[in-house]
């Protein structure tokens, strides 16, 4: 009696899954980046819209002023990072948010448009969502397509905390609302684990990004620059200690 009961859950919620899957494949997940100007970030940072454009930006300086791609490597990223949210607006993601990213990742795999690093990124853009090495995305992508996803990846996470720390809302003592500790311990582990380069090639600079993901909110935040990059360094740094002693 308890499985038929179970039973008839979960298929009324797989046939909607399936009815959410057809109608959302009726419109390509670029056509929906204009509806996440209707979709709130946080009160004080804008709209997924404004992030999308942020990211975009991120993801350009990463690439032009630091050097820390190549052109294909860019032009994927630029492409990961502004579609990264826009299954946010959804009926998949609506009505199973835990789905976020994921679903993301399957419809541009579905339209067969895009290249297989961009679809990638949008997958695991939301990880590592842990601390040990062998956490998902670990083996799942490789080479330039592990670059790319780690441009979005972190480009997300830094732009997060930044704004955050730029409207004050740091995290106190074991309060941590917006999961500011994890998304800054995630840009380090994916800068250790996941960024692909070698001997020749520069590395990142945790401190020049985060620089980067402040100026590109312009005058929206609300505390002075030199006193927010200060506290970003900190925390970034008090990440980092977190990884390797935990390691």
Same mark, same amino acid.
């Given at each position: 009696?308890?499985?038929?009961?179970?039973?008839?859950?979960?298929?009324?919620?797989?046939?909607?899954?399936?009815?959410?899957?057809?109608?959302?494949?009726?419109?390509?997940?670029?056509?929906?980046?204009?509806?996440?100007?209707?979709?709130?970030?946080?009160?004080?940072?804008?709209?997924?819209?404004?992030?999308?454009?942020?990211?975009?930006?991120?993801?350009?300086?990463?690439?032009?002023?630091?050097?820390?791609?190549?052109?294909?490597?860019?032009?994927?990223?630029?492409?990961?990072?502004?579609?990264?949210?826009?299954?946010?607006?959804?009926?998949?993601?609506?009505?199973?948010?835990?789905?976020?990213?994921?679903?993301?990742?399957?419809?541009?795999?579905?339209?067969?448009?895009?290249?297989?690093?961009?679809?990638?990124?949008?997958?695991?853009?939301?990880?590592?969502?842990?601390?040990?090495?062998?956490?998902?995305?670990?083996?799942?992508?490789?080479?330039?397509?592990?670059?790319?996803?780690?441009?979005?990846?972190? &480009?997300?996470?830094?732009?997060? #905390? !930044? *704004? =955050?720390? $730029? +409207?004050?809302?740091? %995290?106190? @003592?074991?309060?941590?609302?917006?999961?500011?500790?994890?998304?800054?311990?995630?840009?380090?582990?994916?800068?250790?684990?996941?960024?692909?380069?070698?001997?020749?090639?520069?590395?990142?600079?945790?401190? &020049?990004?985060?620089?980067?993901? #402040? !100026? *590109? =909110?312009? $005058? +929206?935040?609300?505390? %002075?620059? @030199?006193?927010?990059?200060?506290?970003?360094?900190?925390?970034?740094?008090?990440?980092?200690?977190?990884?390797?002693?935990?390691?």
């Amino acid at each position: 009696e308890i499985v038929r009961g179970m039973e008839r859950v979960v298929v009324a919620r797989l046939r909607d899954a399936a009815f959410f899957f057809e109608e959302d494949r009726k419109r390509p997940l670029g056509e929906r980046v204009a509806d996440l100007a209707g979709v709130t970030f946080h009160q004080g940072l804008g709209s997924y819209q404004a992030k999308a454009e942020r990211l975009v930006r991120l993801v350009d300086a990463m690439g032009e002023k630091h050097g820390l791609l190549t052109k294909p490597e860019r032009e994927s990223a630029r492409q990961a990072a502004l579609l990264a949210k826009a299954d946010l607006t959804t009926l998949m993601v609506r009505e199973f948010p835990e789905l976020q990213g994921v679903m993301g990742g399957i419809y541009l795999r579905a339209e067969g448009s895009y290249w297989e690093s961009v679809a990638g990124a949008v997958r695991w853009h939301y990880h590592p969502l842990s601390v040990e090495e062998d956490a998902p995305p670990k083996d799942r992508l490789e080479g330039s397509d592990s670059t790319v996803f780690a441009a979005v990846s972190v &480009a997300d996470k830094l732009d997060t #905390v !930044a *704004g =955050y720390f $730029g +409207l004050g809302l740091l %995290p106190t @003592g074991s309060s941590d609302p917006y999961g500011l500790r994890r998304a800054a311990q995630g840009a380090v582990r994916v800068l250790l684990d996941f960024w692909v380069a070698d001997a020749n090639e520069r590395r990142p600079s945790l401190r &020049a990004l985060a620089a980067e993901a #402040v !100026a *590109g =909110y312009g $005058g +929206l935040l609300k505390r %002075p620059v @030199g006193e927010l990059l200060r506290d970003l360094e900190a925390f970034l740094l008090d990440r980092v200690r977190y990884v390797l002693t935990s390691r």
